[in-house]
């Protein structure tokens, strides 16, 4: 266990079924593949996920799902001040949250994933990248849910843009297996401040 209470486990491959439901192995070094993201977004953050990695992206996609529904609420020209600061509020706070988790992700990340100093650096923290794409699935999901009022037009682009974070996600995943790309380097938290 880290200092954030994120179980640091290292899965077998005789494991990987309890991730991605029995399907072809899903788990390159203990990464979840990208099929396996999307299906943790469904499944609500109650205990379980056995992989940190999927626990944080079930609570990362109802943040996601919350400040969508918030920044909504904000943007209404229709709406009265209170509730304009209310929402303001709801997305700050699933902000900061998102932050968090982004970081327990990249703490995961600097503990079980082994890289070559020699290999070409990724532009982004596996967190970050994570988080882009729980948000652009839930982007899809909630399109998906109100197409009456999105368009099919809008779900089709939403739904393209999330195959093709999981196509770039399974990439790296591929590349970090095989040395050609590396993670930078976190060496400061990004999520709120607390003071001790």
């Not at 640091?8 to 203990?30: C, K, N, R, Y």
């Not at 909504?72 to 001040?81: E, G, L, V, Y």
């Not at 899809?140 to 197409?147: K, N, P």
């Not at 093709?164 to 993670?183: C, K, P, T």
Request: aromatic share 4%.
């Amino acid at each position: 266990m880290t200092s954030m209470n994120v179980p640091m486990i290292a899965l077998q491959d005789d494991q990987l079924g309890e991730i991605d439901g029995g399907d072809t192995p899903s788990v390159v070094l203990g990464i979840p593949c990208s099929t396996a993201v999307t299906r943790a977004c469904v499944l609500a953050s109650n205990g379980a996920h056995t992989h940190p990695v999927l626990a944080a992206v079930a609570s990362l996609a109802g943040q996601h799902q919350l400040r969508a529904e918030a920044h909504r609420s904000a943007c209404d020209p229709f709406a009265d001040d209170r509730l304009v600061a209310a929402a303001t509020r709801l997305v700050n706070a699933a902000d900061a949250a998102c932050t968090v988790l982004v970081d327990r992700i990249n703490i995961w990340a600097a503990i079980a994933i082994t890289d070559t100093r020699t290999a070409v650096v990724h532009t982004e923290t596996f967190g970050q990248l994570v988080s882009r794409l729980v948000a652009a699935w839930t982007q899809w999901h909630l399109l998906d849910i109100a197409t009456a009022l999105a368009g099919k037009t809008q779900v089709r682009e939403a739904l393209h843009r999330v195959s093709e974070l999981s196509i770039g996600y399974d990439d790296l995943v591929a590349d970090l297996h095989n040395g050609r790309r590396r993670l930078p380097r976190v060496g400061f938290m990004t999520g709120p401040v607390v003071a001790a």
